[in-house]
């Protein structure tokens, strides 16, 4: 484990970042657990941290065949009603500039 930083020292860009692991790996540590493994014995067995461990036993069920979910990203700030309606809008309006438009839809989508 790095040394932790002083107070006011700057930060080390090269920090070690642990890397995603496969579904192979993570099955590994479910069989193991299904075993009668407890999560420490299970991660000192994998070279794994508890934590990590603990983390792939809660996620288990949700996954399919050890796959990583998608992340779900920002919400829309946006619907479909409003997609159709800004294709509507342009389409009735070919010579719109991008501000009227805005001030025709009342919509705030960006600047």
Known sequence: MPPRRG?????????????????FKRHK???ASKLGGL???????LHEDKSTVDTILRRAPIRTNGE??????WPSIYNTQDIRRL???V??????TYTQ???DLL???SN
């Open 101 to 103: 438009v805005r001030n």
């Open 87 to 89: 294709v509507q809008c």
């Open 39 to 45: 999560v420490a014995e299970v991660a000192i067995a």
């Open 107 to 109: 919509l705030n989508w």
């Open 68 to 73: 990583s979910l998608p992340c779900p990203g």
């Open 7 to 23: 107070p006011l020292a700057p930060i080390h860009s090269n920090r070690v970042q642990k890397k995603e692991l496969t579904p």
């Open 91 to 96: 389409q009735n309006h070919p010579k719109y």
């Open 29 to 31: 540590v479910v069989g």
